[in-house]
C-alpha cells in the first residue's frame, strides 16, 4: 500500500480519509461500548474530520462567489 502511494496510483487525500474514518470509527465505538455511551453519536462524532472539509470547501465557495458578485456590480464603461 505504501509503495502504491509512493507511486501515485492510490491518491493520498482519500486513502487518508479513510483510514482516519475507520480509525476514528473504531475507536470511538469501543469507548461508547466500554462506557455504555450512545453509539450514534459515536458514528456520528467519527465523521467530524469529513464535516470540516464540507464546510471549508463551501466557505471557499461562498467566498469566491460572493468575490465574483462583487466584480460583476460594478459600474460598466
Do not use: W
Not at 49 to 61: E, G, H, L, M, R
Not at 63 to 74: D, Q, V, Y
Request: glycine share 4%.
Amino acid at each position: 500500500m505504501l509503495e502504491m502511494l509512493r507511486n501515485g496510483d492510490l491518491p493520498l487525500a482519500p486513502t487518508v480519509l479513510a483510514l482516519q474514518l475507520c480509525l476514528c470509527l473504531g475507536i470511538n465505538l469501543l469507548v461508547a461500548y466500554k462506557y455504555q455511551y450512545s453509539k450514534a453519536v459515536a458514528v456520528l462524532v467519527a465523521f467530524v474530520p469529513f464535516i470540516n472539509i464540507y464546510a471549508t470547501c463551501v466557505y471557499i465557495a461562498l467566498a469566491i462567489f460572493h468575490s465574483r458578485k462583487a466584480k460583476n456590480t460594478g459600474n460598466p464603461s
